[in-house]
C-alpha cells in the first residue's frame, strides 16, 4: 500500500507564494509520474501540474508561469512552488502518484489533501 501525505497549504493574501509538499510512503518500487491537483468549492478536480520521473513537465494554463512543480526521487517527495496568488487559486490541493509497488503491481494513490485559501 502507498501512501501520500501533503503539508504546506494555509491562508495566504492574494500576490503571495506558498510551498506545497508531498511525501510517498510504503512499499514502492518506482514512481513514473506525480502530480498536484486541485478541487474548488462546486467544481470538478482539476490536474495542475505533473511531473515525470525523467522530470518533464506539464501545467494547466491558468497555472503557467505562476507554478514550479519539481520532485526528489531520492526523498520520493514533489513539490508545487505556488508564486503571485490569486484568489481563484482557492481550493483543496491532492497529489497523485502512479507507479510500481514492491510486487510489481501497478499503484495510483492520492493524498488526503490540504486546503489553499487566498483572501483578496
Known amino acids: 500500500q502507498v501512501q501520500l501525505v501533503e503539508s504546506g497549504g494555509g491562508l495566504v493574501q492574494a500576490g503571495g507564494s506558498l510551498r506545497l509538499s508531498c511525501v510517498a510512503s510504503?512499499?514502492?518500487?518506482?514512481?513514473?509520474?506525480m502530480a498536484w491537483y486541485r478541487q474548488a468549492p462546486g467544481k470538478q478536480r482539476e490536474l495542475v501540474a505533473a511531473?515525470?520521473?525523467?522530470?518533464?513537465?506539464n501545467y494547466a494554463g491558468s497555472v503557467k508561469g505562476r507554478f514550479t512543480i519539481s520532485r526528489d526521487s531520492a526523498k520520493r517527495t514533489v513539490y508545487l512552488q505556488a508564486n503571485s496568488l490569486k484568489p481563484e487559486d482557492t481550493a483543496v490541493y491532492y497529489c497523485?502518484?502512479?507507479?510500481?509497488?514492491?510486487?510489481?503491481?501497478?499503484?495510483?494513490?492520492w493524498g488526503q489533501g490540504t486546503q489553499v485559501t487566498i483572501s483578496s
Open positions: 497523485n502518484a502512479d507507479g510500481y509497488d514492491s510486487i510489481r503491481q501497478r499503484f495510483a494513490s
Open positions: 510504503g512499499r514502492i518500487l518506482s514512481i513514473n509520474v
Open positions: 511531473i515525470t520521473s525523467s522530470g518533464s513537465t
